[in-house]
């Protein structure tokens, strides 16, 4: 690669996939008949070791790919891929081409790779069968694994009955081999393996070994919880050793200490080890030819200040080349790199863009319906579960229905493309997808009718996942039976269902920021860098949120200068105008045109915009606990970490501090984890223990959760003798104010598990770590743009995964610690996320509308104002008419949501797409009349 930013010459190989990509339907088969990779490897029955891999993703086409472990490359031996397959896709002639694009900007996402295990003896990884890693345990689960979804011993192929999981196999270590950082997601992913097992089997026991319970994610402590209370479940904090195996059996035997039986050896039928997250294997080569730099741990360097920049201009990094994380942030870094790219060449935007054209629309509603069903396997999510192909059968013998077709991924590009084929080959004239739930997919389905030349409302959408294999997966024949009734409904419902249209709305390409902390300030700033006007409420008399009383961040980052240059750049940027004392008193309007109303600085303003951005922040909780407000020497740790700056006398020279975790959350209250109250206090640690290192300081703890490269910090302050002493919620530290010698001290006490005992620890001052609480104005801004919350009164995001800074409201988003706790590099991340989706919509003149609205027949309608009452978007009114006042709805601010449908007395509200015609058929064809009259004999 040469050039630079805004000019790079890139040279790429292409690696031959041995497929004919045009041939290769996905179906596996040739997956099935591989035979292992490498016939000399251990756990060759559990491991993914295949040649040929299929590879999903709904962008790229579900087709396989051989790599260079193929036994017929290695020596011509085998040729059993090409042998099954029934299209003669196998191309064992294809060589590698290179290609040179010429670009203005580069994203590095290439990921990492699990941990090895082998790589360290006494895991035993390699050398006893039923050691498998959590890479191995995930295939096992998988309805295209070894056994089809059976975990299986690959000893004897048996239903292992005991099982244990090892924690941090390859993190939190500094023996050769392994890492010292967190990798972030073994915790959760081994809860759900965990639950996913005792689905599988209710006998099943489960015991999981590990450090500390990182369940720092949105939604995951409930989610630690809902694993740790299924019965038969062990959560057993320590460090076991792997003793050995049985020669006869191939058990394994771990030996382990606890605090109240002292060392134990207890016997497993199987062991998995929760591998960690490495660079990946290609870091240094890849740094070399882009010229970036590697942080210590081999993943990419960035800026503290921007963690999607790289060392080199114009080349940007999301994902977990940025270090260890979950899907959620990846997929907001992904979002926020591209926003960074968007910036960067703005002067570009739309030279290579196309609008895409769709076939003419045949008119089909003269037609008798001519039905296509078509059920999705979802790989093991429904397949598993639901006996897919005598759904299929069923599905045939349905009124209407002339085909009826399984596939393994329908939302994949080829099987999407192959539903548009066989309507035009079949003359379908309507299309029933039996999958998953329509609040992700329909979309992207009625895009499918559209390029059949069909009407995109002739499709519906029967649920056999949320609403049947995932709530009865230990009932699988009568899941298949309920699943044959949905569709069976589903089909009625087609049958009925008539062609809308949608229409066009212009879309005002400004963007409304409320809030003015990092988050906002960054998003704002983002946006406006690509053109558009931001206006900007905050509603403090500055700028800068709670960042500014936080002093520095672990890192070393000075936030101060920090938001004093963005700070800077936001008021010296002619796009963006900020309204100080800003108080939101309306919201109206729709997607692309909402019309909000501020009150800044005693004046009334209507901000019109396309699009809204909610990044209102968070506050700190004030503790009622532990004699805080009553003893001026008990501090929040924020509060200590501001007091630390000012260089306080009382603070900086104090012979003892203790710092107690956890205050205000983990609790019946606030059952979340507030994510950066570890990482805080272990930054004030530090910073007084290189103060005074003769001060006495004391953490006491439930989990340390210094995930990623934190865990390195949490590491120098054990070794700087920070003394970290954990408590159990049920037995908290117990805090009074005593006189002794004269001298009044703060004296905490602590049970140490450990040493079996309470201790007695005197402070001179004591640091609570506060929660993160949703900030006071979150529930008001909520009802303003009419978006949800969390259970916790955080925002609610449309999708935890897919969509991760969205709301469910079109053109409404969400970034910052208004989302949920954060630090200040993930809220620049998803800051950047959040102004990369907006941009989505801004980008386009106009924005596509349901057709999916509500109607009045102004003959039905008595006027008495029930549905204007009833709906919450101000989307109907009365108007005149020659048969006087008639309520009317306003297409373009109605949403659909029928709930003036069913207030409507004399039922002149028609919801175009739920007609009653459509739901009562659904509703008759749930249940048959001759099963009413078998129920009504049986009653008798």
């Known amino acids: 690669m040469d050039g630079e930013a805004g000019d790079f010459n890139v040279t790429l190989t292409r690696k031959p996939r041995y497929i004919d990509e045009d041939k290769c339907t996905g179906c596996g088969t040739c997956t099935k008949y591989c035979p292992k990779v490498y016939p000399d490897q251990f756990n060759q029955g559990i491991s993914d070791n295949k040649a040929v891999h299929v590879y999903f993703s709904q962008a790229i086409p579900l087709v396989a790919y051989i790599d260079e472990g193929c036994l017929y490359l290695k020596d011509g031996k085998c040729d059993i891929c090409r042998g099954v397959c029934k299209t003669g896709a196998i191309d064992f002639k294809q060589t590698a081409e290179k290609v040179e694009v010429n670009v203005g900007t580069i994203i590095l996402s290439s990921g990492i790779q699990p941990f090895d295990p082998t790589e360290v003896e006494e895991y035993g990884y390699g050398k006893m069968q039923n050691v498998v890693t959590s890479m191995d345990y995930e295939r096992l689960l998988s309805a295209t694994g070894p056994y089809e979804g059976e975990i299986l011993r690959g000893s004897d192929q048996k239903h292992p009955q005991k099982i244990a999981w090892i924690q941090c196999v390859g993190s939190r270590r500094v023996t050769p081999g392994e890492n010292s950082y967190c990798s972030g997601v073994c915790c959760t992913y081994t809860q759900k393996q965990v639950i996913l097992t005792k689905d599988h089997g209710e006998e099943t026991e489960c015991t999981v070994f590990h450090n500390d319970i990182r369940s720092h994610g949105k939604d995951f402590e409930r989610y630690y919880q809902r694993a740790e209370q299924l019965p038969g479940v062990r959560f057993i904090r320590g460090y076991p050793s792997i003793v050995r195996e049985d020669p006869e059996t191939r058990n394994i035997f771990l030996k382990y200490a606890t605090n109240d039986e002292g060392v134990k050896e207890e016997e497993f039928d199987m062991v998995v080890l929760s591998v960690g997250l490495n660079p990946p294997a290609d870091n240094e080569v890849l740094a070399g030819k882009f010229g970036i730099g590697l942080n210590s741990h081999g993943f990419s360097e960035i800026e503290t200040e921007n963690p999607m920049k790289t060392t080199r201009p114009g080349i940007f990094v999301s994902g977990a080349f940025q270090g260890p994380t979950d899907i959620p942030e990846a997929v907001f870094s992904a979002s926020g790199a591209s926003a960074q790219c968007g910036e960067f060449l703005d002067y570009r935007r739309g030279r290579l863009s196309r609008e895409r054209v769709y076939p003419p629309e045949r008119d089909v509603s003269k037609e008798e319906p001519k039905i296509g069903v078509f059920v999705c396997h979802c790989g093991a999510n429904i397949g598993s579960v639901v006996n897919v192909p005598s759904a299929v059968e069923d599905a045939l013998t349905l009124p209407n229905v002339v085909y009826a077709k399984e596939q393994l991924f329908s939302c994949a590009t080829n099987s999407a493309q192959e539903i548009t084929d066989l309507a035009k080959e079949k003359g379908l004239n309507r299309v029933v997808i039996a999958a998953c739930s329509p609040r992700t997919l329909e979309p992207l389905f009625r895009d499918t009718l559209r390029e059949a030349g069909l009407n995109p409302y002739y499709f519906d959408m029967a649920n056999i996942r949320e609403h049947c294999s995932w709530v009865h997966s230990k009932q699988k024949e009568e899941a298949t039976e309920k699943a044959k009734d949905i569709i069976r409904m589903s089909v009625a419902r087609t ?421 009653d015609e459509e739901l009562c058929s659904q509703i008759d064809a749930a249940v048959t009349d001759e099963e009413i009259i078998q129920q009504i004999d049986a009653a008798a």
């Open 495 to 915: 049958r009925h269902l008539e062609p809308l249209q949608e229409f066009d709305l212009s879309v005002n390409k400004t963007a409304l920021v409320v809030g003015g902390g990092v988050a906002g300030m960054t998003c704002a700033l983002s946006i406006a860098n690509q053109g558009h006007e931001v206006c900007l409420v905050e509603k403090d008399t500055d700028l800068g949120g709670m960042a500014k009383r936080i002093p520095t961040t672990l890192e070393g980052l000075d936030v101060n200068a920090y938001l004093r240059d963005v700070i800077g750049k936001v008021y010296a940027h002619p796009l963006i105008h900020v309204s100080h004392d800003a108080t939101i008193t309306d919201v109206s309007g729709y997607v692309g045109n909402f019309i909000t109303t501020v009150e800044s600085e005693g004046r009334i303003n209507k901000i019109k915009h396309g699009a809204a951005i909610l990044a209102t922040g968070a506050d700190e909780y004030t503790p009622t606990e532990y004699l805080y407000g009553q003893d001026d020497r008990v501090l929040t740790s924020v509060e200590l970490g501001e007091q630390i700056a000012r260089g306080d006398e009382k603070i900086v020279n104090a012979q003892s501090l203790v710092m107690i975790q956890c205050v205000g959350c983990r609790n019946e209250d606030r059952n979340y984890c507030s994510r950066v109250c570890c990482s805080h206090s272990v930054k004030n640690a530090l910073k007084l223990r290189e103060l005074n290192p003769q001060m006495a300081i004391y953490i006491l703890f439930r989990d340390m959760r210094t995930y990623g490269f934190n865990e390195d910090y949490y590491r120098e302050a054990s070794e700087k003798d920070v003394r970290f002493i954990r408590y159990e919620p049920e037995d908290k530290p117990q805090v009074e104010a005593v006189e002794e010698g004269g001298k009044s001290i703060l004296r905490v006490t602590v049970p140490d598990p450990i040493l079996g005992q309470r201790l007695e620890l005197d402070a001179d001052v004591l640091s609570l770590a506060a929660a993160v609480i949703p900030s006071a104005s979150t529930n008001e801004v909520a009802g303003f743009f009419k978006v949800t919350l969390s259970p916790d009164d955080f925002f609610k995001e449309a999708h935890v995964k897919l969509k991760p800074v969205e709301f469910a409201a079109d053109g409404v988003y969400l970034c910052g610690t208004a989302h949920y706790p954060k630090h200040i590099q993930e809220t620049i991340n998803q800051a950047y996320g959040a102004a990369g989706r907006v941009l989505t919509l801004l980008s386009h003149d106009t924005v596509v509308a349901s057709g999916s609205v509500c109607e009045v027949k102004e003959n039905d309608c008595v006027s008495c104002g029930a549905c204007i009452t009833a709906c919450t978007y101000g989307a109907i009114e009365f108007r005149d008419t020659p048969k006087g006042k008639k309520a009317w709805v306003n297409p373009v601010l109605c949403k659909g949501d029928g709930v003036c449908n069913a207030k409507c007395p004399t039922n002149a509200i028609v919801l175009k797409h739920f007609t």
